[in-house]
């Protein structure tokens, strides 16, 4: 019986190898050796081809396509062949992208995954011109793009070769371009509206990834006529693009020298998955013992950049505490001095009076989008009041969003203090959001610095008092005025427990890519499709105007919000779909802010709701709830409607001086709305 079952097993082993050997067959064509792979050159619809394939391909497929200048800075390659990806090119010279040269891609997209099983969706690499092929193709077929990288890419031919903005242009390309594109003259080429530049919409509408490295001296390919504009355009539009600059660097060389965020890019977008992440058995939430540092997995991959000596970008997302020109100045400053020969940036994403509800839907926009090396997590005293289970969903949102964007970026979590927390850490348990937070570090093996714990254990020792308005007796620390923000003093003990804990840290730390943590969740709904997506002027009806960003609420906002609209007559609308189950506007309110009515699938919600509340004698950041609990499945309309009254203002009149002469002031009037942003659990639906 034993001999029958291992012959059975052979058989099926050969037939499996069979099955693989036919799946994996040699390409026609030359064979030779590129960088110690198989390289095989042939042709398809009459045009030279060649496909370098790995020495064992990954799990369904994966591939990179050139646009233009294969095997110019290889390194990326090389890198993803190991992991299993193929490289082709196609070669069509002096097409420009061009029509022709879109179809004779066709022709080679259809015989690769055809004949030979490459994955539907393929990474682009545009260098230079190559550009102009990558983009027209993934323009014509966003179905079939997973991401595009894309390097000093021309993005508009009136740009170069046309030499029509800030570049000298290039005369013998120019002419290409009218005879490849069938112009018969040079108006009709600067008349046309088919650039990239001018055709994001269905690489936005098929949320296309898109990562650009760009020199911001490029003399030849200038890049704010070209790369800028993409990222301007395809952000109005709700797409993600990340942007790597090279300061001071012209078009030439191209790449990084370091090619890790090009590799981790691709193969992160373009790896065909095998499996869908599994959450893990449903937590409980229990208090966790209060320590100064957990180390658990370290900060290796920032460690290892900082002591390189490369430049290092440090973000910072949290509230008011994280805000203020306090610990987030003085670790920024600290890691400086600590590591003379790197260079290390601030990405400053804290809003006051935020937590992680919203910073899950804004850490995409306000810190990811800028390529940060550290992202410190600063919400425990405001997620203060907020049930375990929405903590985890928003942080989980926020580790997850973070490492699908980049799995080298580095995670701390920070707990700071509040008045209140004490009785919990006078036990020796962390507060209820640290502790929560705790149980999701411990998942995904976070670090976490606790500032809490060292402020109560020098209360206890008599060195310090939590809040005072006078100055403090000698040799006592004044931590704060309102028990919540830390004055001088207080930034600078959370500023020494980063020093004092910092070796702990990087003992515990090896650089790693965290990707691999992504294949099973802490909790299932968690909010790592929370997204922020810009109100456009197609969304809107009646007299809304757009907000210059040079003066007035636009320029206190807009850092944050993008585009702001503002709307102030009654039955002015806001009105978009969204395929998700939550949606929210990301808005303001203000002492002239005005109410509106919310309309969901044609139901209206039961009351106006009013722009407006206690404390508004200024204007601030805020989120309108508009959808919630919807079906995730299906698209939902909303339309939100200026309501001709405006709110109650009473409810202000305590802070007012003389509130019966104030409230009449132009100050208080109005039925104004301002928006920039959508934040959805889900997409937005264009059509």
Same mark, same amino acid.
């Given at each position: 019986?034993?001999?029958f079952l291992l012959?059975?097993?052979?058989?099926?082993?050969?037939?499996?190898a069979?099955?693989a050997?036919?799946s994996?067959?040699?390409? /026609?064509g030359?064979k030779?050796n590129?960088n110690?792979?198989?390289?095989?050159d042939?042709e398809?619809a009459?045009?030279?081809?060649?496909?370098?394939c790995p020495?064992q391909?990954?799990a369904?497929k994966p591939?990179?396509w050139h646009g233009?200048f294969?095997g110019?800075?290889?390194?990326?390659d090389?890198?993803?062949l190991?992991q299993?990806?193929?490289?082709?090119?196609?070669?069509?010279?002096d097409?420009l992208g061009?029509?022709?040269?879109v179809?004779s891609w066709?022709? !080679?997209?259809?015989?690769l995954t055809?004949?030979y099983?490459?994955?539907?969706k393929v990474?682009?690499?545009?260098l230079?011109?190559?550009?102009?092929?990558c983009?027209?193709?993934a323009?014509?077929?966003p179905d079939k793009?997973a991401?595009?990288?894309? +390097?000093?890419?021309?993005?508009?031919f009136?740009?170069w070769p046309?030499g029509?903005?800030?570049?000298?242009?290039? #005369?013998?390309?120019?002419?290409?371009?009218?005879?490849k594109?069938?112009?018969e003259?040079?108006q009709?080429?600067l008349?046309?509206?088919g650039?990239p530049?001018?055709?994001?919409?269905?690489l936005a509408k098929a949320h296309v990834?898109?990562l650009?490295?760009y020199?911001?001296?490029?003399?030849?390919v200038?890049?704010k006529e070209?790369t800028?504009?993409v990222a301007e355009?395809?952000?109005?539009?709700?797409g993600?693009i990340?942007?790597?600059p090279?300061?001071?660097?012209?078009?030439? /060389?191209?790449?990084l020298d370091d090619?890790?965020p090009?590799v981790?890019?691709?193969?992160?977008?373009?790896?065909?998955p095998t499996a869908v992440?599994?959450? =893990?058995a449903?937590?409980?939430?229990?208090?966790?013992?209060?320590e100064l540092?957990? #180390?658990?997995e370290?900060?290796?991959?920032v $460690?290892?950049?900082?002591k390189?000596?490369?430049?290092v970008k440090?973000?910072?997302l949290g509230g008011?505490?994280?805000?203020?020109?306090?610990w987030?100045?003085?670790?920024r400053?600290?890691?400086?001095?600590k590591?003379?020969?790197?260079?290390?940036?601030?990405?400053?994403?804290?809003?006051g @009076?935020?937590?992680s509800?919203?910073?899950v839907?804004?850490v995409?926009r306000?810190?990811?989008?800028?390529n #940060?090396d550290?992202?410190f997590?600063?919400?425990?005293v405001n997620d203060?009041?907020?049930?375990?289970?929405?903590i985890?969903?928003?942080m989980e949102?926020?580790?997850?969003q973070?490492?699908?964007?980049?799995p080298?970026t580095?995670?701390?979590?920070?707990?700071?203090?509040?008045?209140?927390?004490?009785?919990s850490?006078?036990k @020796?348990?962390c507060p209820?959001?640290a502790?929560?937070?705790?149980?999701?570090?411990? !998942?995904?093996?976070i670090p976490?610095?606790?500032f809490?714990? &060292?402020?109560v254990?020098?209360?206890?020792?008599?060195?310090l008092i939590?809040?005072?308005?006078?100055?403090a007796?000698? @040799?006592?620390?004044?931590f704060?005025q309102?028990?919540?923000?830390?004055?001088?003093e207080g930034?600078?003990?959370?500023q020494?427990v980063?020093?004092e804990?910092?070796?702990?840290?990087e003992?515990? @730390?090896?650089p790693?890519?965290?990707?691999?943590?992504?294949?099973?969740m802490f909790? =299932?709904d968690?909010?790592?499709?929370?997204?922020?997506?810009p109100v456009?002027?197609?969304?809107?009806t009646? +007299?809304? &105007?757009?907000?210059?960003n040079?003066n007035?609420?636009g320029?206190?906002?807009?850092?944050?919000?993008g585009?702001?609209w503002?709307?102030?007559k009654p039955?002015?609308?806001l009105? !978009?779909?969204?395929?998700g189950s939550?949606a929210?506007l990301?808005?303001l309110?203000g002492?002239?802010?005005?109410q509106?009515i919310?309309?969901?699938?044609?139901?209206p919600?039961?009351k106006p $709701?009013? &722009? !407006?509340?206690?404390y508004c004698?200024y204007?601030?950041?805020a989120?309108?709830?508009?959808?919630?609990?919807?079906?995730p499945d299906?698209?939902?309309?909303?339309v939100v409607?200026?309501?001709?009254e405006q709110p109650d203002r009473q409810p202000v009149a305590?802070?007012l001086?003389?509130p019966?002469?104030e409230?009449k002031?132009?100050?208080?009037?109005?039925t104004?709305?301002?928006?920039?942003q959508?934040l959805?659990l889900?997409d937005v639906?264009?059509e």
């Amino acid at each position: 019986m034993r001999s029958f079952l291992l012959f059975a097993c052979a058989l099926v082993a050969v037939g499996t190898a069979a099955v693989a050997a036919e799946s994996d067959a040699p390409f /026609p064509g030359t064979k030779s050796n590129w960088n110690g792979f198989d390289r095989y050159d042939f042709e398809v619809a009459g045009k030279p081809v060649l496909v370098v394939c790995p020495q064992q391909s990954a799990a369904g497929k994966p591939w990179v396509w050139h646009g233009e200048f294969f095997g110019h800075k290889p390194a990326p390659d090389i890198a993803l062949l190991k992991q299993g990806f193929h490289v082709v090119y196609m070669k069509v010279p002096d097409m420009l992208g061009a029509p022709d040269a879109v179809k004779s891609w066709e022709a !080679f997209y259809s015989e690769l995954t055809g004949k030979y099983g490459f994955a539907k969706k393929v990474a682009l690499v545009g260098l230079s011109r190559g550009g102009l092929y990558c983009y027209n193709w993934a323009i014509a077929n966003p179905d079939k793009v997973a991401c595009i990288y894309a +390097d000093a890419p021309v993005c508009d031919f009136k740009s170069w070769p046309g030499g029509k903005g800030d570049g000298p242009g290039s #005369p013998r390309d120019w002419q290409l371009v009218l005879e490849k594109y069938g112009f018969e003259n040079e108006q009709q080429a600067l008349a046309y509206q088919g650039n990239p530049v001018d055709q994001l919409a269905p690489l936005a509408k098929a949320h296309v990834p898109l990562l650009h490295v760009y020199g911001d001296a490029d003399e030849v390919v200038p890049w704010k006529e070209n790369t800028g504009l993409v990222a301007e355009r395809y952000r109005a539009l709700g797409g993600d693009i990340t942007l790597i600059p090279k300061p001071g660097v012209k078009h030439h /060389p191209h790449g990084l020298d370091d090619p890790t965020p090009i590799v981790s890019f691709i193969a992160l977008h373009a790896a065909v998955p095998t499996a869908v992440p599994t959450a =893990a058995a449903k937590p409980e939430y229990h208090a966790v013992q209060a320590e100064l540092v957990r #180390p658990r997995e370290g900060l290796g991959n920032v $460690i290892e950049k900082l002591k390189a000596g490369g430049p290092v970008k440090v973000a910072y997302l949290g509230g008011s505490i994280t805000a203020a020109e306090g610990w987030r100045v003085k670790s920024r400053k600290w890691l400086q001095e600590k590591y003379p020969q790197a260079k290390v940036e601030e990405i400053h994403a804290a809003i006051g @009076g935020t937590g992680s509800d919203l910073g899950v839907f804004r850490v995409e926009r306000d810190a990811l989008s800028q390529n #940060p090396d550290l992202l410190f997590v600063e919400f425990a005293v405001n997620d203060g009041g907020a049930a375990p289970e929405q903590i985890w969903r928003g942080m989980e949102g926020i580790v997850r969003q973070t490492w699908a964007k980049n799995p080298r970026t580095d995670i701390c979590f920070v707990y700071t203090f509040a008045v209140g927390q004490e009785s919990s850490l006078n036990k @020796g348990e962390c507060p209820r959001s640290a502790s929560a937070m705790e149980q999701l570090a411990d !998942f995904y093996g976070i670090p976490s610095i606790n500032f809490a714990k &060292r402020v109560v254990d020098l209360q206890q020792a008599g060195k310090l008092i939590y809040k005072s308005d006078m100055p403090a007796e000698a @040799g006592v620390i004044r931590f704060s005025q309102d028990g919540v923000h830390p004055l001088d003093e207080g930034h600078q003990i959370y500023q020494d427990v980063i020093a004092e804990t910092w070796p702990a840290i990087e003992a515990a @730390g090896k650089p790693e890519d965290h990707s691999s943590k992504l294949t099973s969740m802490f909790v =299932a709904d968690n909010w790592q499709a929370a997204k922020m997506v810009p109100v456009t002027k197609s969304m809107l009806t009646g +007299d809304w &105007r757009e907000l210059p960003n040079d003066n007035g609420l636009g320029k206190s906002f807009s850092n944050r919000m993008g585009t702001i609209w503002e709307g102030s007559k009654p039955g002015d609308k806001l009105t !978009f779909k969204f395929r998700g189950s939550q949606a929210k506007l990301y808005d303001l309110v203000g002492p002239n802010g005005g109410q509106v009515i919310v309309t969901v699938d044609g139901k209206p919600l039961s009351k106006p $709701i009013a &722009r !407006f509340d206690s404390y508004c004698t200024y204007h601030r950041l805020a989120t309108l709830s508009v959808a919630n609990n919807t079906n995730p499945d299906e698209v939902h309309t909303v339309v939100v409607e200026i309501h001709p009254e405006q709110p109650d203002r009473q409810p202000v009149a305590f802070r007012l001086k003389d509130p019966e002469t104030e409230l009449k002031s132009p100050k208080f009037q109005g039925t104004n709305v301002w928006t920039g942003q959508i934040l959805v659990l889900g997409d937005v639906v264009t059509e």
